[in-house]
């Protein structure tokens, strides 16, 4: 069961929410640089990663799973939020340049149907970065934060996944070191640097990056049934009167009557 939105938006309202906002956004904001004039979507609950794009891209869409809720996003401007069918969702296909899941395939019901649904809304060549609770780290295990509910996931479980939905991975990285407790937020820079050297497979998040490659399809040729001429199985008709037949019809003779001669002229 998925987390309630209020949950989710009291957690990143509080220190530790804003570290684990600040370092997941820099993970963002160095794998995808500038998203001027493309259109981007956050899907599950994503709002708090999306201010940067937001501001130079041409189209934010903030889409929320029904069971979580959804919230008004960004406040106080134009609503760019809505709530979804995460099986399902109201989009048209191959519309997204840039796909952020996050909070969204831990506590799916069906987390394949769910990436296969953002493959269908992805532009060719579109790019998709998931980020989930790593197994081996302590945030999955702390369940006083979103990243301890739900299914975690290691790097080799996250890549079949995203496989499995005709998508291909193309680079992963790691983030949250810092101890997921309040005490620590205010040390959560200097575990990031130190972490990431020292212990990195402790990591509280697997951040991978997919993208949606298409190919041209040869048609395949099927075979049909069609009347072709064969020489030798069909002969011509002879020319000349037909043979004889029962019934009295005159038969061919053996041997053609001569051909009459023009006047005057004599065979030698």
């Not at 509080?14 to 963002?28: E, Q, S």
């Not at 069909?234 to 009459?260: D, N, W, Y």
Request: glycine share 8%.
């Amino acid at each position: 069961m998925r987390r309630d939105v209020l949950d989710l938006r009291a957690f990143y309202a509080a220190p530790l929410g804003r570290a684990a906002r600040t370092m997941l956004t820099r993970k963002v904001v160095e794998a995808w640089g500038d998203v001027r004039d493309l259109d981007v979507l956050g899907l599950g609950y994503a709002t708090p990663f999306l201010d940067a794009a937001r501001l130079n891209a041409r189209r934010v869409v903030a889409a929320m799973p029904a069971q979580q809720g959804v919230e008004v996003w960004p406040l106080g401007e134009r609503n760019q939020a809505c709530l979804v069918e995460e099986a399902a969702l109201p989009l048209p296909n191959a519309m997204f340049d840039r796909v952020l899941a996050v909070h969204a395939l831990e506590e799916a019901d069906d987390p394949a149907a769910l990436l296969a649904e953002i493959g269908r809304v992805m532009a060719p060549t579109g790019r998709l970065i998931v980020a989930v609770a790593s197994r081996d780290g302590a945030w999955a295990g702390a369940e006083t934060t979103p990243f301890g509910h739900g299914r975690p996931y290691s790097r080799s479980q996250l890549e079949r996944l995203i496989r499995d939905a005709e998508l291909e991975p193309a680079g992963w990285t790691r983030a949250l070191y810092v101890p997921p407790f309040g005490a620590m937020a205010g040390w959560s820079e200097g575990f990031e640097q130190v972490g990431a050297r020292l212990w990195p497979r402790f990591a509280g998040l697997i951040l991978m990056e997919a993208i949606k490659q298409t190919f041209a399809v040869k048609p395949r040729g099927h075979r049909a049934r069609a009347r072709v001429f064969a020489p030798g199985v069909l002969l011509p008709s002879p020319a000349g009167p037909t043979p004889a037949r029962r019934g009295g019809e005159r038969p061919i003779p053996a041997h053609p009557a001569p051909v009459p001669q023009a006047p005057g002229r004599k065979d030698v």
